[in-house]
T-cell receptor, first 110, second 111 residues
Framework: LAKTTQPISMDSYEGQEVNITCSHN???????ITWYQQFPSQGPRFIIQ???TKVTNEVASLFIPADRKSSTLSLPRVSLSDTAVYYC???????????FGTGTRLTVIP | ETGVTQSPTHLIKTRGQQVTLRCSSQ?????VSWYQQALGQGPQFIFQ???????GRGNFPPRFSGLQFPNYSSELNVNALELDDSALYLC??????????FGPGTRLTVL
């Protein structure tokens, strides 16, 4: 079962680019990598999903090396409203091996 | 398009009681997953339903059970409540292996 490891917390100043790395050494061939954002007392919100190489959308980029044993979520020019917990999820929605990582608490400082 | 909704928002029960939590999936979604999130921790997968059948289960005892209905809404039932069951219970819906959309959660407190 693919388990993930992330830094517990990170601090960043407003306007900076933030990179959060997730390790998933036992990722399976059919697994996707998905990142979620969660604010207190709310459900997680989908940010981005990828399988390999690089994926970019309007809010973030996801970098996945060839061996897929890690991934990096990149948030460009963070603002105070990006202060939240970010989770790395490895699995396939229909499979029974869905695990959230420990989560990284990002604090954006003015 | 209606998002994922959950009811009730908050619930207080006592040890030994039973509870039923409800989730309405987003329109067009056929897969529902349930998670338990204890305070300060990440969500833990309980189980998933795909087209009314259980499609996978995490490390939770049998007193955690569920149902999915023909309209793809779902229930989570917990019997013989324990203090450690106090948590935020999250429901997420998806269409197959696409991204999951989470509801706001139900905060359960067991006294």
């Amino acid at each position: 079962l693919a388990k993930t490891t992330q830094p517990i917390s990170m601090d960043s100043y407003e306007g900076q680019e933030v990179n959060i790395t997730c390790s998933h050494n036992n990722i399976a061939t059919n697994d996707y990598i998905t990142w979620y954002q969660q604010f207190p007392s709310q459900g997680p919100r989908f940010i981005i999903q990828g399988y390999k190489t690089k994926v970019t959308n309007e809010v973030a980029s996801l970098f996945i090396p060839a061996d897929r044993k890690s991934s990096t979520l990149s948030l460009p020019r963070v603002s105070l409203s990006d202060t939240a917990v970010y989770y790395c999820l490895v699995g396939v929605s229909r499979a029974n091996n869905l695990f959230f990582g420990t989560g990284t608490r990002l604090t954006v400082i003015p | 398009e209606t998002g994922v909704t959950q009811s009730p928002t908050h619930l207080i029960k006592t040890r030994g009681q039973q509870v039923t939590l409800r989730c309405s999936s987003q329109s067009g979604h056929n897969t529902v997953s349930w998670y338990q999130q204890a305070l300060g921790q990440g969500p833990q997968f309980i189980f998933q339903y795909y087209r009314e059948e259980e499609n996978g289960r995490g490390n939770f005892p049998p007193r955690f059970s569920g149902l999915q209905f023909p309209n793809y809404s779902s229930e989570l039932n917990v019997n013989a409540l324990e203090l450690d069951d106090s948590a935020l219970y999250l429901c997420a819906s998806s269409l197959g292996s696409d991204e999951q959309f989470f509801g706001p959660g139900t905060r359960l407190t067991v006294l």
